[in-house]
């Protein structure tokens, strides 16, 4: 496993990553240990899952290796991992079958089902057993700015434009606040979390909008300070291609609602506690993804 990890890394950053970037495939070794979930393998090889970029890239890819093997263990099936750094990508390969399965946000996983059919298996669980998370606004712990109020006339950095908890939420959470993105002095749209979190903490902008686990992390590291949080809104998605068998859509979502992060499986995931489902899955509500679908109409993402 170590060994996998170290060629992906290596591989992933001798590459580059650019807005052009093309998927980056990262196959896994085959596992002989299944499950009564078996599936046979697919004649034409791997599943292929991708995911919205969330940490960056050597953060993510360390994240979702050992998930795959879980995967791999408990249907029967290979899996092979799909990076591609532009949200926008990983809707399209999902939508085109480039990919099979697909860790979304809020927002793509309505994209994607409007544009491509797609469908949605689980939602991912929050620590305190929710299906839910939040977005929270930050800044510098050294900064002078105390509320959302003080961010009018600052310069502000989203995370990418497809983000709900880097984008969506906290352009309406500035809007309940009577600011819009024409009262900040200037923003920016930076790709991904950590990308935001470093670019407020290194004093290109004043304050930008990132995940809710990232912001504990860093706050209790002295980095930051919160200063506004979210309501809940719906967390992020395991989505399918249409295309994908229904007795592999089974298994794999069977896979997924067995799976225990913080118990029986800890041993297997690697800091599965930074993402948006440290709990694991629960089932998908369709009804729970409206507001969501509201907003991303309001902001210009679906037409």
């Known amino acids: 496993m170590k060994r996998i990890l170290i060629l992906v890394l290596f591989v992933l950053f001798v590459s580059g990553c650019g807005d052009k970037e093309t998927p980056k495939k990262v196959s896994l070794n085959k596992r002989t240990s299944v499950s009564e979930n ?35 263990q408990n249907t029967g099936n290979k899996f092979s991992l799909r990076f591609t750094e532009r949200y926008e990508d990983t809707v399209e390969n999902l ?43 930050f800044a510098r712990k050294d900064s002078p700015l105390k509320d959302i109020g003080d961010l009018k006339g600052k310069t502000f950095a989203f995370g990418d434009r497809f983000s709900t908890q880097g984008h969506i939420i906290p352009r309406r ?9 024409k009262d900040l002095k200037s923003y920016v749209f930076t790709g991904s979390h950590t990308s935001t979190a470093r670019a407020v903490l290194n004093r290109e902008y004043a304050a930008g909008a990132i995940q809710d686990n990232l912001a504990k ?70 009804s729970s993804l409206r507001e969501i679908e509201e907003l991303s109409r309001r902001y210009g993402l679906l037409k």
């Open 38 to 72: 078996y599936v046979k393998r697919s004649e034409t090889g791997s599943l292929k899952f991708g995911f919205d970029l969330r940490l960056g890239p050597k953060e993510d890819v360390k994240i979702y290796l050992p998930f795959l093997r879980y995967l791999e």
């Open 95 to 137: 939508g085109k079958g480039i990919i099979h399965f697909a860790a979304l946000g809020p927002v793509n996983c309505v994209i994607a089902k409007e544009r491509y059919g797609t469908g949605c298996l689980v939602m991912g669980l929050n620590s305190d057993g929710e299906p839910e998370y939040r977005s929270v606004i």
């Open 173 to 181: 959470m500035l809007e309940d606040a009577s600011i819009t993105i």
């Open 217 to 286: 992390r860093l706050v209790a590291e002295g980095k930051i300070k919160i200063i506004a949080t979210s309501k809940p809104y719906p967390s992020s998605l395991i989505c399918f291609n249409k295309d994908v068998k229904p007795e592999i859509i089974n298994s794999v979502k069977a896979a997924l609602l067995s799976f225990k992060p913080r118990g029986k499986h800890s041993n297997i995931v690697v800091d599965w506690d930074k993402t948006e489902m440290p709990n694991g899955f629960t089932e998908y509500k369709q």
